[in-house]
């Protein structure tokens, strides 16, 4: 099956590390990543997509964080 996940938190070194850790457990970048400034709370916000193979049957039960 093939997974997909949308990562977004803050700009910070956070968002950082946890694409790092999405990659390092078999995850690849699925596009460019997005930007968009938070008016409401004068941050900005990054996004990134990334997709995984993985064995077995799709179901929306899956625990993506898990895989």
Same mark, same amino acid.
């Given at each position: 099956?093939?997974?997909?996940?949308?990562?977004?938190?803050? +700009?910070? !070194?956070?968002?950082?590390?946890?694409?790092?850790? /999405?990659?390092? &457990?078999?995850?690849?970048?699925?596009?460019? @990543?997005?930007?968009?400034? +938070?008016? !409401?709370?004068?941050?900005?916000?990054?996004?990134? /997509?990334?997709? &995984?193979?993985?064995?077995?049957?799709?179901? @929306?039960?899956?625990?993506?964080?898990?895989?």
């Amino acid at each position: 099956m093939r997974l997909y996940r949308f990562l977004s938190d803050d +700009d910070t !070194s956070a968002f950082c590390h946890k694409v790092t850790s /999405a990659l390092n &457990k078999g995850w690849e970048l699925h596009g460019a @990543p997005t930007y968009a400034f +938070d008016a !409401s709370r004068g941050v900005m916000r990054c996004g990134q /997509a990334v997709t &995984k193979e993985a064995p077995g049957t799709y179901t @929306p039960e899956v625990k993506l964080g898990e895989q």
